[in-house]
């Protein structure tokens, strides 16, 4: 067991939990059992992830940008991240519009499976919560920018939703750094080194769980899921989704082999542990820390380029989630018979970019994100709740999904920037991991 590479472990512990998961459905005690002796287990892993995400990103980046010789490089970096990010996220719009309109989903639903979805789910507090949610961020045209500064940076540090104003506090700090006497700053880089591969430790450390907690996640996920009945009627919709975040993986793996000539199973191997980890979770914040380790360690990008690319990606980069608002958006009105010409469609792109800006990397933001797209085309207030009833028993498995691609995505998009400024370091450069490569604890 302990020379199995640690994704097949984690995989193992995704199918017994699974396998786990429908056995006990059967009983009646199944439900109550996972919940109370199981599920802990997965949500002590996640807050686990979640507690050294901030230090990972404050001292990854601060040794990223110190480590730079001159600040114009930095500049580089973030002009071709956001440039990529943009790119990438219009790609995925654009693909889930193209599949969504040519397969119509929506229009093969029936009034009696919309009656029976809107009876359903249209009360359930979820969705008025996420109703609510969509409606708060309601906010003026620079209100993004100005959420972007912290007021105070502990208030930043203790909230995880809060993560681009950490990456601000980290970029002005790393860069305060480059532009002092050198001799001062020393002994702050090298504690802040230290620091860094403390917590990339922790990584290692929280990673041995990982293979017995996505089985208490997925264990957990299977009993709470909703009767299979009920997810056949929306196979269709689900297909589609699923349809356009393999076509949004293939473009990736397309876009890796064409630029760096790496195969695309180098780049799958890479960064499977996140992959999987993002599916059992539905958390590209949760999952960044491993993201980070992996494409650093295993891929071979500069730490340099991975400390600045993958939290800001994580944060404003969702390519699975902007591909499944517009599918989403589009099945909702093909079902209600709202009828969308293409200046719709155009709003859509427009608003499903804006929104994956500024949806947070956890589990079942995209459905917040989606009722603002559904208002940017003047979808009425009073059937939002039907529209997302249509699609809430499906959200869960497809939240998975997209997750995984949304971190593949913030991925490529490293290995690419990384390759462009000559930082791609394959075989991985020895003296990026000293630590880690000596030590006994190994899970690689
Ligand atoms: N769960 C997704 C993420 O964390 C966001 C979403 O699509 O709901 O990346």
Redesign the pocket.
């Known amino acids: 067991m302990k020379k199995l590479p640690l994704h097949w472990k984690i995989v193992i512990g995704m199918v017994f939990g699974i396998l786990f998961g429908v056995l006990v459905s059967n009983f009646s005690w199944g439900k109550q059992f996972v919940s109370d002796w199981i599920a802990p287990f997965g949500t002590i892993f996640i807050r686990l992830l979640k507690l050294i995400a901030i230090p990972l990103i404050f001292t990854s980046l601060v040794k990223g940008i110190s480590d730079l010789k001159d600040i114009s490089r930095f500049r580089n970096i973030g002009v071709r991240t956001i440039i990529l990010y943009i790119n990438t996220t219009a790609t995925a719009i654009i693909i889930g519009l193209l599949l969504v309109n040519t397969l119509k989903p929506g229009a093969g639903i029936s009034q009696e499976t919309i009656d029976e979805l809107t009876e359903t789910y249209a009360g359930n507090a979820s969705i008025s919560s996420n109703i609510q949610a969509a409606e708060q961020q309601d906010s003026g045209p620079l209100d993004f920018l100005v959420n972007l500064v912290p007021e105070n940076i502990f208030t930043a540090f203790g909230d995880n939703s809060l993560m681009l104003q950490v990456i601000f506090f980290s970029i002005i700090f790393g860069i305060s750094m480059l532009l002092i006497d050198p001799e001062r700053a020393r002994p702050v880089a090298k504690l802040i080194t230290g620091l860094n591969e403390i917590v990339l430790k922790m990584v290692n450390l929280i990673m041995l769980m990982a293979p017995f907690a996505v089985f208490a996640l997925l264990a957990q996920i299977v009993v709470s899921s909703d009767n299979v009945e009920i997810l056949q009627k929306l196979l269709f919709y689900g297909a589609t989704v699923l349809l356009g975040l393999i076509l949004m993986l293939c473009f990736y793996l397309i876009v890796v082999y064409l630029y760096t000539g790496k195969s695309p199973g180098w780049f799958i191997k890479g960064i499977a542990p996140a992959q999987l980890l ?1 599916f059992s979770t ?4 949760a999952t960044l820390p491993v993201t980070m380790e992996r494409v650093t360690d295993h891929l071979g990008v500069d730490n340099e380029v991975s400390s600045f690319v993958l939290p800001v990606g994580a944060t404003i980069n ?1 390519d ?2 902007s591909l ?1 608002q517009s599918v989403a958006a589009v099945f909702i009105a093909q079902a209600l018979h709202f009828p969308l010409d293409f200046s719709d469609q155009l709003t859509i792109i427009l608003t499903a970019l804006l929104a994956s800006i500024g ?1 947070a ?7 917040i994100m989606l009722v603002i797209v559904l208002e940017s085309i003047g979808f009425p207030a009073d059937k939002l709740a039907i529209g997302l009833a249509l699609i809430f028993a499906i959200d869960r498995p497809l ?1 998975m999904c ?2 995984v691609i ?2 593949t995505g913030d991925s490529m998009v490293s290995v690419v920037v990384a390759k462009s400024l000559g930082k791609l370091h394959y075989p991985v450069r020895k003296e990026e991991i000293p630590l880690r490569e000596k030590d006994d604890i190994s899970l690689y």
Do not use: E, K, L, Q
């Not at 539905?282 to 914040?285: E, I, L, V």
């Not at 990397?361 to 459905?367: E, K």
């Open positions: 993002a539905s958390s590209s914040a969702m699975g989630t499944y949806a990397a956890v589990p079942g933001t995209g459905m939240d997209r997750t949304n971190i």
